[in-house]
């Protein structure tokens, strides 16, 4: 049966490099797959773009295409990636130019858009899907809106004869998705093989989760190499089904455990993990060894998908303060305790508003709450973290400015006092009719 | 004996929501898992955290479960306070839950 090996080269904006070059090299791969956007990182590249219109797309694009094109040039590798974020068309160009620069002059590179969908959200009538505000109470806060989109704009790049193809917004798994509709010739209306080839690219999106990468726990879940681990290659047959492994000298391992904690991350219900193109089943998915780092993933199905897709609107929210302060040695819970009650007092007294305040002591309460931890002993050292939501960046900063005055108005021995203070770019999700975002290629040669 | 023995577990994210998979070391370990790692018992193991509710997904042919927690991350990891905005570190103290020796 015909097999395709896809390599994840990263499984986010600012993952190793090494490992890329590596499957390029040594993986003796057909396709090279680059997942570098989180929920917020648009929004961010949307604001960058606004500063300086070249920009907005992902900051180590030219070092990852530096790392791997001519490699994959040489080998006719093929790239996709959504290193495009806000500007997948000036992503493009410069990817264009580094291709010339490397004397890659036939390279031909392709940006997917029509993700943007920012001006078609805000002239309708859209309510954010956690909350059930509507979106016209941010007023002029908004600063992004993309949809994620499907496979077909990558996989028609792909028909076109692009060798690097890059995105903006799609749902992670599409990246995976668009090489296997385009070798395969699945149809969009194939349901069957979507839910299998979702299983394909969620497996694999986050590259080193599923090679033993957040995974190692010492003496119960043991990892080799952690330092130099090797990113997943997904083997994909023709009929779906798929083999996790890896470069054999790489470090990692893939194994039926390392499989599953991937398979879960991330998903809700795992009969209906919404997808743009499909609604993917994995509750009917196996897992199975079938060598030394080699699992052999199958059962993935599907449904026709809903007909919405999901939009994630970046704004601007709030502005955070934040002050870390830290006490040691015999008393240092009941110092620190006692420097939490100052801040807070001191907050109060010269009128810092915060709509939201933590106060928490990291070493007791900082990840759970006090619950948890109400029986463990007491840690030799502790360190206060006061952080604030205010309406304006000058109020914000007062937080963390006292915090910092406990060094000479607060309790005794703390140390190491840090500050900062952040505008807060939010994002949270509406849903849009799938048909009022579509797809568009445009194609360029290295020298363009 | 604690829930770490039987199982493994990862946290992901998604908005305000976050999901937590309890993995069966071994599947044979899958049907006293299902009894006693309920999702009231999970709702009540992170009380400080999750202010919706949890609902539990079961995935036997993995031997593993799925807790889907909302309203747990802080108003949603992008303007959460927390210092682990993404509530990551919540499958490591879901594996200190305490279970019955048997």
């Known amino acids: 049966m015909r097999c395709i090996r896809l390599g994840a080269g990263a499984g986010y904006a600012g993952d190793r490099i090494e490992p890329a070059a590596e499957l390029a090299r040594d993986g ?9 956007l989180a929920e917020r990182t648009i929004a961010l590249a949307q604001q960058a773009r606004r500063r300086d219109p070249q920009s907005g797309f992902d900051p180590l694009l030219e070092a990852r295409m530096r790392a791997v094109l001519p490699t994959c040039a040489a080998k006719g590798i093929r790239i996709i990636t959504n290193m495009g974020a806000a500007n997948p068309l000036g992503a493009a160009r410069k990817t264009a130019a580094i291709a010339h620069e490397l004397g890659l002059a ?17 002239a309708g009538d859209y309510r954010f899907e956690e909350s059930g505000t509507p979106v016209a109470e941010l007023a002029g806060r908004v600063i992004s809106a993309n949809a994620y989109m499907g496979a077909g704009g990558m996989r028609d790049a792909l028909a076109q004869g692009a060798q690097v193809v890059i995105t903006g917004r799609v749902a992670d798994p599409a990246l995976f ?14 349901c069957e093989r979507l839910g299998q080839a979702t299983v394909v690219g969620h497996l694999l999106e986050c590259a080193g989760q599923v090679t033993g990468g957040y995974f190692a726990d010492p003496g119960l879940k043991d990892v080799p190499q952690l330092a130099r681990l090797g990113f997943p ?9 798929v083999i996790i492994t890896k470069v054999a000298s790489a470090g990692g391992k893939v194994t039926p455990a390392t499989c599953k904690e991937q398979l879960i991350y991330e998903i809700h219900d795992p009969k209906r993990y919404l997808q743009p193109d499909v609604v993917a089943d994995f509750s009917e998915v196996t897992v199975e060894s ?9 059962g993935g199905r599907g449904h026709p998908p809903t007909g919405l897709l999901k939009v994630s609107v970046g704004y601007v929210d709030s502005y955070v303060g934040e002050g870390q302060i830290s006490y040691g040695g015999p008393g240092a819970v009941a110092r620190a305790r006692l420097a939490l009650e100052i801040v807070r007092e001191r907050l109060a007294s010269t009128g810092v508003k915060t709509s939201e305040l933590r106060l928490d002591l990291i070493g007791i309460d900082s990840l759970y709450g006090p619950t948890i931890s109400r029986r463990a002993a007491e840690p030799y050292e502790v ?23 406990l060094y000479t108005n607060g309790p005794a021995g703390g140390g190491g006092a840090t500050k900062s203070a952040r505008e807060i770019i939010a994002v949270q999700s509406v849903l849009l009719p799938s048909h009022l975002a579509q797809g568009s290629v445009v194609m360029l040669g290295a020298t363009s | 004996m604690k829930l770490r023995q039987l199982a493994h577990s990862r946290t992901g994210d998604k908005g305000n929501t976050s999901n937590i998979s309890v993995i069966a ?17 999970v709702k009540q193991h992170f009380a400080d955290v999750v202010k919706g509710t949890v609902v539990r997904y079961e995935l036997p042919r993995l031997g593993a479960f799925n807790f889907v927690m909302t309203l747990a991350l802080g ?12 509530g990551k570190s919540l499958s490591s103290a879901l594996l200190d839950l305490e279970l019955p020796d048997s």
Request: hydrophobic share 40%.
């Open chain 1, 28 to 36: 003796d791969i057909q396709y090279l797959i680059f997942e570098c």
């Open chain 1, 106 to 122: 036939d390279l031909k590179i392709a940006a997917v858009q029509g993700d943007d969908v920012l001006d078609t959200v805000l």
């Open chain 1, 177 to 190: 998705i668009a090489p296997l509709l385009h070798e395969f010739g699945w149809s969009l209306d194939n």
């Open chain 1, 233 to 241: 290659i997904g083997e994909v047959s023709e009929d779906g089904s």
């Open chain 1, 290 to 298: 079938v060598g030394d780092d080699r699992v052999r993933v199958t």
């Open chain 1, 383 to 405: 360190r206060l973290r006061v952080a604030g939501r205010c309406d304006s960046m000058a109020e914000a900063v007062r937080i963390g400015n006292e915090v910092e005055t």
């Open chain 2, 25 to 41: 070391h071994d599947p044979a370990d899958y049907e006293r898992l299902l009894r006693e790692v309920t999702p009231e018992r």
């Open chain 2, 75 to 86: 108003g949603g990891v992008t303007r959460s306070l927390a210092l682990d905005a993404h």
